[in-house]
Structures are given as C-alpha cells and as structure tokens.
C-alpha cells in the first residue's frame, strides 16, 4: 500500500506547507480534503497514515473543530508539531477595485485575523466562509458571490487573481500550529525538546476541581504550554481541558504527573507524546530529574520488600 498523507487543500493551503515540513511525508501521495473531519477519517478508516491539522492560531487561540474532533475520535495520536507563519492579501479576479467589493469570502481563522484591516478599510462587507485559505481565492472563479477573498500570498503565482492589498493581517506575526495526526502507533522517542498532550475531564460538583488538575503537573515541576476548556456538550457548564505539557510521557516527571490526572479526572484521554516544533529543550528543576523518581521508587520498593534502607 502506498503511504497517503491527508491535508486541508487545495494545494497552496498553509496546512500545505505545514506537511511539506515533514521529512517522511515527502514523494508519498498527498489527499487533499475538505475540512478537518474528513482528514480524521481517513486516519481512522486507513486510507491515510497520517493527516496533518491546524490545532492552534497565536492570533485566535485553538481551533476548536481539531479539538472537539481529537477528544470525540478515539486511537488517534499526535506524532508531530509544526509552525507556519501566515500571512494574507486581498485578491480579486482581474479588473476588481477596492471600491468594487461588497462581499469578502474567507476561511473563518483567516477572517478573524484580518478583521481589523477588513472593518477599516471595507466597513460595510459581508463575508461568506471558506473551507480553506485557498478555497476561498478558488471561489473567485466559481461564482459571483463574493467580490474578493483572504487569501496566501502566494495564491496570485498559481491562479490569475489580482491583489487589492498586501500584508492584511492584524498581526504581522501570526502564526499557526499545526499536529500530525497518526492511528494509535509507536510513541516517538523522547528527544529532550517534547511536548505532551491530553484531554481531561473534572469530576463533577467537586470545588477546587481544576486546581487540583492543575496540581498534577505543578508538583512534579511540570510547565503547560496550553490550557484550553471545551465544552463536553452534553449539558451546558460542562467543560474539558485541552492541555500540552512540556515533556515527554517517558520522563518520569511527566508520567508522574499523568499517574495523578489519571487517578483524579473521570475522563482523559492522551493525546501523544511528540517533538516541539521548535526543538527548544525543556527546562526543568533538577530536583524534578528522572533519578530522583526512579530513587524515590526503588526506596519505596526497597521498604515493601523487607530489604535494608539504604
Ligand atoms: O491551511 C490553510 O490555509 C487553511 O485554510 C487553514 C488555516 C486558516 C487560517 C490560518 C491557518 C490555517
């Protein structure tokens, strides 16, 4: 079977560049899809080894479609991270002025990053969604609909649109993040610069709930990169956590610390255990080492067994 990795397309999508950051993906086929849930299927049904998903914008926070689908689709693991800077024009079908556009088409992340430039300088646009960044300049072509669309830069070397306006982005250093999704598989190996991510439930009608979540990874010397709350959605004022910690499941801090929201959450999920997109190593006090837990254990062992104290 040849190996297919899925992506949001059409190609020139950032989620694109996103998995052309992926060594082993590269010469293997590439299924464009259509929105999150379809590139999840294919993962789950075998169609693909892996898909690769936007999980998170600087500018917008976490996409919520990836996590409600990575805590509702189960044996589904995260084997990378990935960063892509984005960044948007405004592109027309030839002959368009500024004055022209009525009606902006934009992917939703796209449209919440550039709104401020979109409200100053076109106050009375509607705005249609997109499936994706590209889709949106593709539906130029389509119908009349809209008038323009945010849309890659590098849209206008593929397709014959003209840009109304460079660098629309309310913030010039957006970036996203995105997570290579894989079936339930071989852990990659700790590097020393990981990340973890699990989904967590609170017991119910128990106050201090989330403290003591958090208390997990405090008192182990465990830092978060993301903490996130989704609603369950079977009743309202009920949430779960979306949380990264920093480390591997591997180091004994972080396994530790995933014994105790085990123990404690009704529900967790986890999510994987994966390289940082930015290699940084984790820090760590050293009084969190994994000696000093393996220490801990033996003389514990040590204790049950009736041998000497060491
Ligand atoms: O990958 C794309 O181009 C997308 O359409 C998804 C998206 C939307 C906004 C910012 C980053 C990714």
Avoid: C
């Amino acid at each position: 079977m040849s190996e297919t990795y899925s992506y949001l397309g059409p190609s020139g999508t950032f989620t694109e560049a996103a998995l052309a950051q992926v060594p082993e993906a590269q010469g293997k086929e590439w299924h464009s899809v259509n929105n999150v849930g379809e590139a999840l299927d294919d993962v789950v049904s075998g169609r693909s080894v892996a898909a690769m998903i936007a999980i998170e914008n600087s500018i917008e926070g976490g996409v919520s479609a990836t996590q409600d689908a990575l805590a509702n689709i189960p044996g589904l693991r995260i084997v990378g991270e990935y960063l892509v800077k984005v960044q948007f024009v405004l592109v027309a079908r030839p002959g368009t002025t500024l004055d022209d556009v009525r009606v902006v088409n934009a992917h939703p992340v796209a449209y919440a990053q550039t709104r401020k430039w979109l409200d100053v300088n076109l106050p009375a646009h509607g705005h249609i969604p997109s499936t994706s960044n590209v889709a949106a300049a593709l539906s130029l072509f389509e119908n009349d609909l809209a008038d323009a669309a945010v849309a890659p830069p590098q849209i206008v070397q593929h397709h014959a649109l003209e840009v109304l306006a460079e660098n629309i982005s309310d913030n010039a250093n957006a970036v996203t993040r995105f997570v290579l999704v894989s079936r339930n598989t071989v852990l990659p190996p700790a590097t020393g610069a990981d990340k973890t991510s699990i989904i967590a439930e609170l017991p119910d009608d128990r106050s201090g709930a989330l403290l003591e979540l958090l208390e997990q990874f405090s008192t182990r010397g465990v830092n978060l990169s993301l903490l996130q709350s989704r609603p369950i959605g079977d009743a309202l004022g009920r949430y779960r956590f979306v949380i990264d910690a920093d480390g591997h499941i591997t180091d004994e801090r972080v396994a530790d610390a995933l014994l105790g929201v085990r123990r404690f959450s009704p529900n967790i999920i986890f999510l994987g255990s994966y390289p940082r997109a930015d290699r940084a190593p984790v820090e760590y006090v050293p009084r969190y080492d994994n000696g000093v837990f393996v220490e801990a254990r033996d003389w514990l062992r040590a204790l049950v067994s009736g041998e000497p104290e060491s």
